[in-house]
């Protein structure tokens, strides 16, 4: 089995900094792409950032300059460094990746999300 656990969310003011991390265990093969996304209150779960094993990214336009994704695939974990936060920003945030794991002795691929976090940007 295969678990997606994330941490680092909680309130903050405007213009405050939060760092994400989303680390995937289990009897895992390799862990690609990784990325997040975020559904603020009353709307549909948006793409935030997404990272592949060789580094590239890409971002949401409402967040590019602001947030960071990084990731360190020795510990199969996601980062997301986010600045300057904004009232809109306020979302739960949820990890996402596509994981291949091994069952038994042969390999098996899923997508997968965390529990998601709660991010509150406020004063």
């Known amino acids: 089995q295969v678990q997606l656990v994330e941490s680092g969310g909680g309130l903050v003011q405007p213009g405050g900094s939060l760092r994400l991390s989303c680390t995937a265990s289990?009897?895992?093969?390799?862990?690609?792409?990784m990325g997040w996304y975020r559904q603020p209150p009353g709307k549909q779960r948006e793409l935030v950032a997404v990272?592949?094993?060789?580094?590239?990214?890409n971002y949401a336009d409402s967040v590019k300059g602001r947030f960071t994704i990084s990731r360190d695939n020795a510990k199969n974990t996601v980062y997301l460094q986010m600045n300057s936060l904004k009232p809109e920003d306020t979302a739960v945030y949820y990890c996402?990746?596509?994981?291949?794991?091994?069952?038994?002795?042969?390999?098996?691929?899923?997508?997968?999300w965390g529990q998601g976090t709660q991010v509150t940007v406020s004063s």
């Open positions: 996402n990746a596509q994981v291949t794991w091994y069952r038994g002795t042969e390999r098996s691929s899923g997508n997968y």
């Open positions: 289990g009897r895992i093969f390799s862990v690609n792409p």
């Open positions: 990272i592949i094993s060789g580094g590239s990214t």
